[in-house]
């Protein structure tokens, strides 16, 4: 697609963005399960490092579940459940079928180390249609990432579980790219091809949660490149590649490593119940005052939804001073919640700084 192409969808999406601003609907709504987790991986944005974790009685949740069935159009809401490891909750099949009678389809994040195929069949059972498991590198790779020797295997396992019961419309392999991982892609690539996944979702690490105390796992400008051609090249060959929804990408990459155009739809589509009963948006947005807009022990989540989400239906642009006189401004919005310094209040992931991209200023039209 050219570039001129390109801008004139990006002007259309960024009007769009805007209105939705003052009109969002609620797309995907987390639930974070439980922050227990059999992994201590290095970039978890929740740093889920507990044995024990507060988890929201599912009393509780099956009566918002309702409430917000019955006061806000649900017809295009998917449930997304996360943890934590999700299945480590003790009681997560019985919510999960229970959710699913009230009539909202459901997909999964995990680890896949705990899916056997007593648990694929159970989480068919219980109306689970998608589910993304995540694998972070070949095997020493992954199991050092994930910091649990024979994490990989198992995840490699339960994978294979997923797909023999043939019940799902998706199972996903998700993998984090980083500084241990990104000269095994081809490596990977072979390792996927023998599973009959239906897609491959790529995405880089990013500067948050514990990653924020491991830099040197970050990626620089060249390993990117390296990795979106990557993605644009077996993408062409016809294979189910993606990027990740993280970030603005620039001309030269929007629409060719993924499906769609950057959108941060955080507080747009986007909103979460933590395991504390925390009300916000996207769970790997940093978890602080400003940005958490309620609490189910003590409000009502649909008012919360409706009234309070105002703190983030704005651009980051016009908080980040070095938006001002970006030519991708409009496009990019000031990037994503999630890579944002609320202290500095600034972004941590400009693309033309982290990735070396060019302004839209100076691709060709």
Known sequence: MDAATKRRHLAQLAEWRRA???????????????????????????RCDVDRSPEVPTELLLDIL?????????????????????LLRRDFFELMERAAALGYPWGMTTNGTLITPEVAHELARCGMRTV??????????????RCRPG???????????????GAFSSVQVTT??????IGELDALFAEFDKLPIDSWRLATIEPMGRALDH???????????RLFEFIRAKRAQG???????????????EREVRDFYFLCSSGIYIASIMANGDIASCLDIERRPETIQGNVYRDDFVDVWNNRFGFMRR??????????????????AGGSWHSFDFDASRQRVCPHEAFGFAFAEDVGS
């Open 151 to 165: 994490s990989f295997d198992a995840a490699i396992e339960g994978t294979w579980n997923l797909l023999r019961e």
């Open 20 to 46: 939705k601003y003052a009109e969002p609907e609620l797309r995907h709504l987390f639930l974070e399960l439980t922050l227990q987790c059999n992994e201590r991986c290095l970039h978890c944005g929740s």
């Open 176 to 181: 984090v790219v980083n500084k241990w991982n």
């Open 132 to 145: 993304s498991v995540s694998i972070d590198g070949l095997r020493e790779s992954h199991d050092a990432f």
């Open 66 to 86: 309702a409430d917000v069935k019955r006061r806000l159009d649900t017809r295009r809401t998917m449930l997304c459940i996360t943890g934590g490891e999700p």
């Open 239 to 253: 294979w189910p590649l993606t990027y990740g929804c993280c970030h603005f990408l620039g001309l030269d990459w």
């Open 315 to 332: 651009e980051l642009a016009d908080v980040d001073p070095r938006c001002a006189s970006c030519s991708d401004r409009d496009f990019c």
């Open 215 to 225: 830099p040197d796992l970050m990626l620089d400008p060249d390993d990117v490149r």
